[in-house]
């Protein structure tokens, strides 16, 4: 397989690929890490078939396995993300503390409609710009600092509308 | 010797071993508690809770099926706060699963539903669980999956994981979106699953179902113009009167014949004939391979889920694998060749139809290098590629055949019995034990010792072959030639000899492996519920046939013998080898 052929199918460098599977080989619990760093050199942000597939047989974990685990964490991704990540967290503590507002203020500013969203989890709206990805979370565990928002990794806490309206054109 | 500790259970005081679960000790008190999701070695999941007991000094309700005893332990198995919690657990469960029970292929022996009645549920007090319908897996020509009728008890992830080491499913999602699917929901089809049927065996719902044939065998059986025949396989007679409500063990050949007779088939004859004639050619194959140091250990090659299982997990030992047909396929090819020839029939007026205890057969039948027949026509009658036919057209599990006697009115338990007919319903004892775990290794010997030796073989019971236990090995002695052979039943088990074979150390000459526990006799068509004692009843009924039967011996059978001398002329020649053997494909490798 040619170097340009290999990198659509995986979606990322093979090479990089092959580093972290090594740099986990015999730790416990190592998929969970394959597949956080996996994620993080797409540049889409996601996991693909291909790459999942070259994970499995590296591994010699079963492929079902591996869909369990992608599915059930809300982290993982497999479609691709936008440019900058926004995660609205609607754990109890925060859904209490307004974080709904918080999602609807997002799914409207971007032009969205409320039903475009639904809430099992593992939906998200990506801007056809591909530059904003809007997801939730069940907890973050930050629970004093209700409602809580993430945006590119940054956790920001007792946010407002007004607070998030700055931070999207801060990074818009 | 096991330690043992003294606990009460329901006030009363009682021992077992300290090594065991609530539900184990109470199991054996004498005590019934109601299990959904367990199953006994193979799967602990704890996730109906429905065996739930109170125990002393305990806040919460304990689930019995994963609490261990402990000295001094006491257990409530029946007061009124166990018996509402699990009727709750269990108005939950229902208030999520379709209310379509009365076309449920699973009516008569859904877990679910009599587990509902014996815990007096009489009305569900929730509203039914909002739920999306989900799309059904159809994309499998052996199996059918409704996640809608799943309740997420996890016992075919645990059998496809456990016993057979296939793992193509598991569980997806989170929450109210889990569910059991394949990599990507891309179904079964397009997944290692090597359609064995286990998980449908032990669903305790209808979510896992064959893919019916019956609507087809109707049509065919209903034209005139059609000379319907049907093939059966050993281990159907074996299980097929449970349907009726017979005992399990009951051996209902002669019933089954006639039935099948009355329901319209021209023919009514053996898969058993076709057993026959695989360790014919299987056991030259074996003789030659032996003699002019071949590639041995040779696998046996009947078990079609076993097949697909090398295919993907263990390409690079393929030619280990008899080039035989399985006797279902061998029986198809035969049927449209030389009986067509000797009756004088246009085999494209023949119909195939096969009644197996299994559902990856359904899969073999449609396997696209399954069309011997036609190729062997094809220049005789000048045939256009888009006639081709297969060699076996229909595969019915014995519950289907089951479905189409009850389906036709007739009588089961009250037949007088029938033979079958001549000349491919004639068979002997050896190709009967093809049925269970064992018994093809057996009949190989058989004919191998006398073929080798030519001397008579005083005793054809080889007894350390037969049983349940997972992986069995013998030493033969064939006239002081020493042959080390093995026998595995479950994929798991035969994974251990292939890995074996795989580094080269394999110590064996021959190996038989089948797909299911126990062999035929447990394979996935067969009548629900298939358990440990249901098996061995079932496996204790076909040595009985074969000690009833004249002839014991593969060679003996004088059917097979004419074959020979009509139409093969001999084991491995030209026609065998067109119409008897196979190849196999290397699927995408599977560590």
């Given amino acids: 397989m040619t170097k340009v052929a290999e990198k659509e199918e995986l979606g990322l460098d093979k090479a990089k690929l092959d580093k972290i599977i090594s740099n986990y080989t015999g730790k416990p619990g190592s998929i969970l890490g394959i597949l956080e760093e996996a994620q993080k050199i797409n540049s889409h942000k996601y996991l693909t078939k291909g790459v999942l597939e070259y994970i499995a047989q590296k591994t010699d974990i079963p492929v079902s396995r591996i869909y369990n685990i992608i599915t059930f964490y809300a982290f993982f991704n497999l479609t691709p993300q936008g440019e900058h990540s926004i995660i609205v967290c609607r754990g109890t503590a925060c859904h209490t503390r307004g974080s709904k507002n918080l999602l609807d203020f997002l799914i409207n500013s971007f032009g969205f409609k409320e039903e475009d969203f639904s809430q099992d989890g593992k939906s998200f709206l990506t801007t056809k710009d591909n530059k904003f990805t809007i997801k939730t979370v069940a907890c973050f565990g930050q629970c004093a600092l209700a409602p809580v928002v993430e945006v590119d990794g940054n956790i920001y806490s007792r946010v407002t509308t007004e607070k998030l309206r700055k931070i999207v054109k801060g990074i818009k | 010797m096991a330690k043992n500790i003294s606990l009460k259970i329901d006030g009363k005081p009682c021992n077992c071993e300290a090594s065991l679960t609530v539900l184990e000790a109470c199991q054996k008190n004498g005590i019934n508690i109601p299990t959904l999701c367990y199953l006994k070695d193979i799967n602990k999941e704890a996730a109906c809770s429905i065996c739930l007991v109170e125990i002393k000094g305990a806040k919460n309700l304990a689930r019995s099926c994963v609490t261990s005893v402990k000295e001094g332990m006491e257990i409530a198995t029946n007061t009124p706060r166990v018996r509402n919690a699990r009727k709750l657990n269990m108005e939950l469960l229902l208030a999520g699963h379709p209310k379509d029970c009365l076309c449920c292929d699973r009516n008569q022996s859904c877990e679910l539903r009599k587990l509902a009645f014996d815990m007096g549920i009489s009305q569900v007090r929730f509203p039914k669980t909002i739920k999306t319908e989900l799309p059904l897996d159809t994309t499998s020509v052996s199996l059918v999956r409704d996640p809608n009728k799943c309740i997420l008890c996890g016992r075919c992830v645990s059998v496809c994981s456990g016993i057979q080491s296939v793992k193509a499913i598991d569980f997806s999602g989170r929450g109210k979106s889990s569910k059991v699917t394949t990599f990507f929901d891309s179904g079964l089809a397009n997944s290692v699953c090597v359609n064995c049927g286990q998980c449908l065996l032990v669903c305790p719902t209808g979510a896992i179902t064959e893919q019916g044939a019956t609507d087809g065998v109707w049509q065919e059986l209903a034209d005139p113009k059609k000379f319907v025949v049907v093939e059966v396989a050993p281990a159907v007679r074996a299980a097929i009167g449970e349907e009726f409500g017979m005992p399990a063990g009951t051996l209902a050949t002669a019933k089954m014949t006639q039935a099948l007779r009355k329901l319209g088939f021209a023919k009514v004859f053996d898969t058993q004939f076709s057993a026959d004639l695989t360790i014919m050619e299987e056991g030259y194959e074996l003789i030659g391979r032996i003699k002019n140091k071949g590639k041995l250990p040779l696998i046996t090659s009947c078990s079609p889920g076993w097949i697909k299982f090398a295919e993907h997990f263990f390409p690079g030992i393929l030619g280990h694998v008899s080039s035989c047909k399985s006797p279902q396929q061998m029986f198809g090819a035969i049927a449209k060749t030389y009986y067509a020839e000797k009756y004088n029939l246009d085999p494209r007026n023949i119909v195939v139809v096969s009644i197996m205890p299994c559902t990856a057969k359904k899969f073999e039948a449609k396997r696209p290098e399954m069309k011997s027949a036609f190729a062997y026509w ?189 139409f093969l002329i001999k084991p491995l020649g030209e026609k065998s080898h067109h119409l008897l053997h196979t190849h196999y494909t290397e699927r995408k490798e599977v560590k």
């Fill in chain 2, 378 to 566: 094809k220049d005789k009658l000048s045939l256009k590629e888009s006639e081709s036919f297969y060699d076996v057209d229909y595969v019915l599990t014995t519950r289907e055949a089951s479905r189409l006697i009850k389906e036709a009115g007739i009588d089961f338990i009250n037949l007088a019995g029938e033979d079958f007919d001549a000349p491919l319903g004639v068979s002997t004892g050896a190709a009967v034990i093809f049925g269970a775990t064992g018994g093809v290794m057996e009949a190989a010997l058989r004919t191998a010792y006398e073929v080798l030796t030519g001397k008579n073989l005083e005793k054809v019971d080889f007894m350390e072959l037969r049983g349940l236990t997972g992986i069995k090995v013998a030493e033969v002695d064939i006239d002081g030639l020493k042959v080390k052979v093995a026998v595995a039943n479950s994929l798991s088990n035969a994974r251990v000899l292939l890995d074996e074979v795989k580094a080269g150390r394999s110590p064996y000459v021959f190996i038989e492996i089948m797909t299911c526990p126990g062999g035929c006799i447990g394979g996935a068509g067969q009548p629900i519920p298939t358990d440990e004692a249901v098996r061995l009843k079932r496996i204790e009924a076909i040595y009985r046939e074969d000690k009833n039967k004249a002839l014991r011996k593969s060679h003996e059978n004088p059917a097979v013998q004419a074959l020979y001398k009509e």
